[in-house]
């Protein structure tokens, strides 16, 4: 795992780790086909089914009336009529809708409890299939939180690059190739790693790219 983050810019770590959780939990069946596809891909929207009032084909009295946008509706939908463990979902949401407001509106509601026995009902991929429908702003949190449950606290943060690490295990045949980003400088830790190992002063050699050095190097 730290070998690979290595190579990884650090918005694709969380996506990494995401997968590797996904996938172990897929292979234990506790990720159905369903519910993959919906986390990846959502659902069609109301709009592109000729619903026009946005109520996914359901009795007025059945849809939640906090929820605002089709697009959620349409996955809430979706989510009860492929997932077995959701059936029951909108009927909770129009009983229950002063909690599942609050739930909605919480900061980080994907550390908040689902009202009533959802909590108990869902694993930790079904709940952030719920943030996903309802804040899909805080979907990246949620996935944090996610990797965290499945995984451990290592898992929820990037690793730090370690250039000791790094060096510890290249060799003459494989060496440590940096790709820097505008004002990223690592000279002075490179220096030092050269220090450590006694090869500092003439046994170090720096050559600047550019202008004709690429053969020197």
């Not at 909770?92 to 900061?107: T, V, Y």
């Not at 449950?149 to 990037?158: I, K, N, R, V």
């Not at 045949?173 to 450590?196: C, M, N």
Request: net charge negative; hydrophobic share 40%.
């Amino acid at each position: 795992y730290l070998n690979i983050c290595r190579g990884l810019f650090e918005k694709d770590k969380l996506i990494f780790s995401f997968k590797i959780a996904t996938e172990i939990l897929r292979n234990q069946g506790e990720i159905s086909d369903v519910e993959w596809r919906q986390f990846l891909l959502g659902c069609a929207s109301g709009a592109e089914n000729g619903d026009e009032a946005g109520t996914a084909g359901l009795p007025a009295d059945k849809v939640p009336k906090f929820v605002a946008e089709q697009r959620t509706l349409h996955e809430l939908v979706h989510l009860q009529e492929h997932s077995a463990v959701f059936r029951g979902i909108l009927d909770d949401l129009c009983e229950e809708a002063s909690e599942w407001a609050a739930w909605c509106a919480e900061e980080a509601m994907q550390r908040a409890p689902l009202p009533g026995q959802w909590e108990a009902k869902l694993n930790p991929f079904q709940k952030l299939l719920l943030v996903r429908a309802f804040r899909k702003d805080q979907v990246i949190f949620a996935a944090r939180d996610f990797c965290g449950s499945a995984l451990g606290a290592t898992y929820m943060q990037s690793p730090p690059f370690d250039l000791r690490g790094a060096f510890a295990d290249s060799n003459c045949a494989t060496p440590v190739i940096f790709i820097l980003s505008p004002g990223a400088d690592i000279t002075g830790s490179f220096l030092e790693i050269a220090k450590e190992c006694g090869k500092d002063g003439a046994r170090t050699k720096i050559v600047s790219l550019g202008q004709g050095q690429g053969p020197i190097a």
